[in-house]
């Protein structure tokens, strides 16, 4: 059932670019993962003009601008931190390194929107806290697997609409596929640069329960994290799992592992499964195993009966739109600061206080 046919609720309008033609320039920065390419492309399809980039391999600008060939080339970073033209930057830095990229950019005076984990430490979290509080300026985080999928964007519409009532519970899925290790880079395997697993592909879940949720703040609960499949490198973790507690009485439950098999049809099954008060979601995001290819499916049901709806098409991405018109007025209509930071710090938290159980014996 496409969105325009549910019983309980109405879509909001597909969102539309918010400025013209060079009124809101970025430039994308340091382009060590892949989310670089989709925050860009948010961005762009939201009206925002693409100036430079930069990194300092030159091979992966190469690949960059094959798909953006409107990107001049920067000579340093320097040189987009000292255009007056560029509002925001956009990076995608080894993990462990966004932090103080984003710090140099606030520096300059210009807001930050870096993929996710947006930082790795405690240390770093409180010098961004600092930094934001300081200057006003943004230090938003590309968690893509709700601002960038419909099926997340929709539910966030029916849980506002009323849709399941008061949300008691959130259990997200976030597995991966890790495809050949050998074509993954080194700091991917270094649980310092990557953060530890629910640090980096936790940090989308966290971030999920506490907007589903409604809720500001969490306590993690417990937390356990493995490495089953990969002793080749001992620093790394394939498994992960937490349960966290939040301020408003609703509780969450992420698992998120390497696990994906070859047979998949797609990198991922994720889901994110939302229990009401009157109702539940479930979100099918990537792939409704066996039932054709495509992703995008919401399941409701409520007292109005069951629904599967194909989020395709019919919401959009509003995040971005959104965050332009928060980097001109200084607003947070996208995401609050408060928020982006508070699942951030979750994460780290979990990470910190999780369980080893990798086996002693394999």
Not at 273 to 280: K, Q, T
Not at 300 to 322: K, R, W
Not at 337 to 360: G, I, M, Y
């Amino acid at each position: 059932m496409p969105a325009s046919e549910g019983a309980n609720y109405t879509p909001a309008p597909m969102p539309r670019p918010v400025v013209g033609p060079d009124e809101f320039v970025f430039a994308a920065a340091h382009l060590d993962h892949g989310h670089i390419y989709a925050m860009s492309e948010g961005l762009i399809g939201a009206g925002a003009t693409l100036k430079w980039v930069y990194d300092p391999d030159p091979a992966k600008v190469e690949a960059f601008r094959t798909r953006f060939p409107q990107a001049r080339v920067a000579s340093s970073e320097l040189e987009i931190l000292d255009d007056p033209d560029v509002r925001l930057v956009a990076g995608a830095a080894v993990a462990s390194e966004r932090a103080d990229f984003g710090l140099r950019v606030i520096s300059a005076g210009k807001d930050y929107f870096t993929d996710k984990p947006p930082l790795t430490t405690l240390e770093q979290l409180e010098d961004v806290r600092q930094a934001t509080a300081r200057t006003g300026l943004k230090y938003a985080v590309y968690y893509s697997e709700r601002i960038h999928v419909e099926a997340a964007v929709l539910a966030g519409q029916l849980i506002e609409q009323g849709a399941i009532g008061k949300v008691l519970q959130v259990t997200c899925l976030g597995p991966h596929r890790i495809g050949d290790p050998g074509t993954r880079p080194d700091w991917f395997f270094e649980r310092d640069k990557f953060g530890g697993i629910l640090c980096d592909l936790g940090s989308h879940n966290f971030e999920q329960m506490l907007y589903f949720a409604g809720a500001r703040d969490a306590d993690v609960a417990s937390a356990s994290v493995a490495n089953h499949a990969h002793p080749e490198h001992p620093a790394f973790e394939d498994f992960g799992d937490a349960h966290i507690v939040m301020d408003n009485g609703a509780t969450g439950f992420a698992r998120v592992d390497w696990f994906t098999p070859s047979g998949l049809s797609t990198w991922g099954d994720g889901r994110t499964i939302i229990l009401g008060a009157e109702g539940y979601i479930e979100l099918r995001k990537y792939v409704n195993i066996a039932t054709g290819p495509g992703g995008g499916h919401v399941f409701l049901v409520n007292d109005d009966g069951e629904q599967h709806i194909d989020a395709t098409g019919q919401v959009g991405y509003p995040f971005f739109g959104d965050l332009i018109r928060d980097c001109i007025n200084r607003t947070e209509t996208a995401m609050t600061q408060e928020h982006a930071l508070k699942a951030a710090e979750l994460s780290v938290r979990a990470q910190l206080a999780a369980r080893d159980v990798t086996p002693t014996i394999r």
